[in-house]
């Protein structure tokens, strides 16, 4: 009877450290749901305000959000921009390769004799960008089309075609050729396509660009980089650019006059220079869309003019002196052509000229050497009535802008150079 009451005792015991038990363990877990429902539904409630908190608990939280934020941005960057690859592949059928044939006159003495006037082929790029009713029309610098003999644009299917000038702008160092379209083939036409200008105004410094031309003239490469900087003003020996972005993809002969791109292949500049010195690495310039599409408006419409002949070209009839940038800043004179003496010629009338006066635009056309006005008068023949912009000494020794008519004629006397 004693072992019963004692086993019974013992099976009580254990009922009651169960219930007990049981109801303590029901208690936590609905506190633990209760917590869970009050303080990490809070939690969740925030989320996205907050995403990473100071509990070590909620590292893997943390994680995860994270990983998810950085998903979503990049989503976000390839939906607004494409890939260096497919902006390559869209652009190379705009971008066309240059070859300038030009002569010049080399002195001294070779095993064959006297040396004289020497023939040679220098390399660039172009841009297409659009059409007239007879012509296709290209962008480039100026730089690259000046003192030309004849110029040979090859596209992206390979063939060749002839090209002349239309128009430049030694200023901004920018020109347009042409090309007739009736001497275009038609799986030429079929294969090229015409830039789409972006805004070059929205370009940051940090965003990516894409640079495309005919680098050292083994035909186009692309190259990358970003937008190192904005409106720097640079020398050369033309004098100086003003303006330009800045970016460290590389750009090196040939490139002159190519494409630079934006992540969406819109044209946001066109190269022209690089910054060359043995200490500097990755300065690359390009004129701004924005200036270039002001000034090819204005160049397109120009009447496209090929050389003429020896016997049909027309003089201005003056002996000058070019006025570089180191002559300009010495003695506080504008850059261009300055006239030391008047000639005379048959046909010529250059009497609204003046002796020191400058010029600085013939035709419209900004000259900032005696190079490039003799290679614009290889364009026009003798008869030819044309206005020339000048800067004038006042009687208050200051330069004035003066436009005059100047009817060209027939050279009996050699233009002095020197």
């Known amino acids: 009877m004693n072992r019963g009451r004692k086993f019974a005792g013992l099976v ?11 109801g303590t363990m ?30 070590a608990a909620n590292k893997e939280t943390e994680k995860n959000s994270a990983q998810q934020l950085n998903s979503s941005s990049a989503n976000t960057r390839s939906e607004a921009s494409g890939s260096v690859s497919e902006i390559a592949k869209n652009a190379m059928s705009e971008v066309v390769s240059i070859t300038n044939t030009i ?13 004289g006037e020497q ?47 239309k128009g430049t702008d030694s200023d901004v160092d920018l020109a347009v050729i042409a090309i007739p379209l009736s001497a275009i083939s038609q799986d030429t036409l079929n294969s090229i396509s015409f ?8 370009v940051s410094v940090g965003d990516q660009v894409v640079a495309i031309g005919n680098a050292l003239g083994y035909g186009q490469s692309v190259t990358t980089g970003i937008i190192s900087a904005k409106n720097r003003d640079i020398s050369t020996e033309g004098g100086t650019e003003s303006g330009l972005l800045q970016t460290d993809a590389a750009i090196n002969p040939g490139n002159s006059g190519g494409a630079l791109l934006n992540m969406n292949g819109e044209l946001i500049g066109i190269n022209v220079a690089k910054y060359s010195d043995t200490t500097v690495e990755g300065m690359g310039y390009s004129i701004p869309s ?32 070019t006025v570089d940038s180191s002559i300009s800043e010495a003695y506080n004179m504008p850059q261009g052509i300055y ?21 600085t635009k013939f035709d419209g056309q900004s000259v900032a050497s005696l190079e490039e006005l003799s290679g614009l008068l290889s364009r026009y023949k003798a008869g030819e009535k044309v206005e020339v912009t000048v800067q004038r000494l006042s009687g208050k020794g200051e330069y004035e802008e003066k436009t005059v008519s100047v009817t060209l004629g027939k050279n009996n006397q050699s233009e002095t150079r020197g």
Do not use: P
């Not at 009580?12 to 049981?22: E, K, P, Q, W, Y």
């Not at 208690?27 to 509990?55: H, I, P």
């Not at 000034?295 to 000058?320: D, H, N, P």
């Open 103 to 115: 002569r010049y006159q080399q002195y001294g003495y070779s095993i064959f004799g006297q040396s």
């Open 195 to 202: 830039a789409k200008y972006g805004d070059s105004d929205s």
């Open 339 to 359: 006239i030391f003496k008047l000639l005379t010629g048959e046909g010529i009338d250059n009497s609204a000229l003046q002796e020191k006066d400058i010029i």
């Open 12 to 22: 009580l015991s254990a009922m009651l450290f169960g219930s007990v038990a049981g």
């Open 290 to 321: 924005k200036k270039v599409k002001e000034i090819v408006e204005g160049l397109s419409k120009r009447t496209t003019r090929a050389k003429v002949s020896q016997e049909e070209k027309g003089y201005i009839g003056i002996q000058g002196k």
């Open 119 to 165: 023939e040679a082929a220098a390399s660039g790029s172009g841009v297409i960008i659009g059409k007239n009713d007879s012509e296709l029309l290209i962008v480039t610098n100026n730089h690259v089309v000046e003192d030309s003999t004849a110029l040979s644009v090859q596209f992206v299917d390979g063939k060749s075609y002839d090209a002349e000038i």
């Open 26 to 55: 029901l208690g936590v877990n609905a506190l633990s749901a209760q917590y869970r429902s009050e303080v990490l539904g809070q939690a969740n409630a925030n989320k996205g305000t907050t995403l990473f908190g100071e509990d």
